[in-house]
C-alpha cells in the first residue's frame, strides 16, 4: 500500500546524468514515487558540486560516467572522483548511482563501506521499479551494493599501478619513478594484485594479459 502523501517526507532529491533520455526517465520515476519531492538536476560533476551546496539534498541520483564540466567528455575517472568528494564532503549524503557500468565501482569500495549515509547501485538496464527499490533503499540510510558482483577489495595503490599499465602503458619501471617507490615495491604491488584477483601463472599464458583482462571484467580499469 503507497504511503499517504500527508505522511511522506518531502524529500529534496538531486538528479545529475549527462544522457537527456536517462534524466527524464528518472525525473518522471521520482515524481509519480515522490510526487512532494523538491527535484533538481544537474547534467556534469561540477553542476552537482554547485546544487549540492546551494540545494543541499537528502539524496543524490548520479550516473558514474559524467562529464566533470559542460562541453567535455563523459569520463569514468571524473565520476569516481566525484564520488569520492561527496563521500568526504558530505558523509550523511544518500547517494544512488545509475549507471551501466556500475562495476566500477569496485574502486571505491572502502570509501563505499565507510560511508554514513545510505549508498545504492542500480544497472540501467534494470526496470524503473527496480532504480525505486534502491533509491528508497538509500533513504532508509541502506548500503546495498551486491549487483557489483564481488567482495574484492583492492588497495588505492594497487588500482593506480593497473591504471599506469594498462591505462598509460607505462612500464614497472615508469611506474616505480611515477609513483616514487622502487621498483621490487611495483613488483610486490603486482603480486598482491594478481593474488587478489586470483591470477596464476599458467604454462603457455602471458600472465600480465590475463592480469588485464580479469581487472578490465570486473570493472577495475576502463
Known sequence: MSQNLSEQPRWKILVADGQEVFLRG????????????????????????????????????????????????????????????????YPNLHLTVQSTCIKL?????????????????????????????????????????????????????WLEVLRLAFVEELTNRAIAQRMQVSARTVQIYWTKIQEALEVYQEKGKDLKIQTENRARKIGLID
Open 26 to 89: 528518472t525525473l518522471s520515476f521520482l515524481k509519480t514515487q515522490y510526487p512532494q519531492a523538491e527535484i533538481c538536476t544537474a547534467r556534469t560533476g561540477e553542476a552537482v558540486l554547485t546544487e549540492i551546496q546551494r540545494f543541499q539534498p537528502d539524496l543524490v541520483v548520479l550516473d558514474v560516467i559524467l562529464p566533470e564540466k559542460i562541453g567535455e567528455p563523459a569520463r569514468s575517472e571524473a565520476g569516481i572522483q566525484l564520488l569520492k568528494i561527496l563521500m568526504q564532503k
Open 105 to 157: 565501482l569496485i574502486r571505491i569500495r572502502a570509501e563505499i563501506d565507510g560511508h554514513k549515509g545510505g549508498f545504492t547501485a542500480v544497472d540501467k538496464s534494470l526496470s524503473g521499479q527496480d532504480l525505486l527499490t534502491r533509491i528508497n533503499w538509500a533513504l532508509q540510510g541502506l548500503t546495498h551494493t551486491k549487483d557489483l558482483g564481488t567482495d574484492l577489495e583492492m588497495k588505492p595503490e
